[in-house]
């Protein structure tokens, strides 16, 4: 009995040492002009934004530091649906490239809408250059489940083929963690991937050759944006940003 309960307890205090090491690794530290902590292994930190952030001043943005953080790139919201296009998309889209900030759109994924259709909503609404992220799908809907997972994936998969033969570069896919285990796992490995996982201290459950982008906070502040932020960082080596980018 006694030996069995010391090894238990050796094991059990292993794995908490290996845990507090890649807390640990990340160097989170609250930084309180953002009010959140943050992961400051990583150098790279942005935002993603949409018309729910109402206008923006995005020079406040650009200009933001706090304890020598400062934001280098957003994601801003497109289109959504088969018709739909962000109210704020053209002016965040716009500004924040004359901010100097690296830029993204993505398209919010409808699965009860046509993925063509979808699709097209995306390609007529976004002109890429170069220098700017591939394009994003962002899934985090499933109508509570009704759509069978084969569909899912396979109208998941028309979406991406069409964005892809349009900008000619593999599109970001935006998921959390449910989902991804869900839908995305196992079918979509060879697409960049960009996870929203709030529950985690560190994002090693993913894909790690895949895993460029980790949406660690949604309760964030920032100059010029009223309400609270979603917060994103580049978990790759910052040469390697250009990977996902045109």
Known sequence: MWPFLALSLLLVGLWWNRSLKKVNELQWQFVNG????????????????????????????????????????VFVKATEGASLVDRRFKNNWQEARKAGLKRGAYHFYHPKRDPAKQAQNFI???????????????????????????KLIADIRIWLSLVEDHYGTKPIIYVNRHFYLLYIAGNFDDYPLWIADYSTDHPNEFKADRLYFWQHNEKGSVDGIRGKVDFNVFVCEPERLNEICL
């Open 34 to 73: 953002y009010g959140i902590r943050m992961p400051l292994k990583y150098t790279i930190h942005g935002i993603d934004v949409s018309h729910h952030n109402s206008r923006i001043n995005w020079k406040r943005v650009c200009q933001m530091q706090a304890q020598g953080v400062a934001l280098q790139f």
């Open 124 to 150: 007529k609404t976004v002109t890429l250059q170069p220098g700017d992220f591939a394009p994003v799908l962002d899934f985090e809907r499933n109508a509570k489940g009704t759509i069978p997972a084969e």
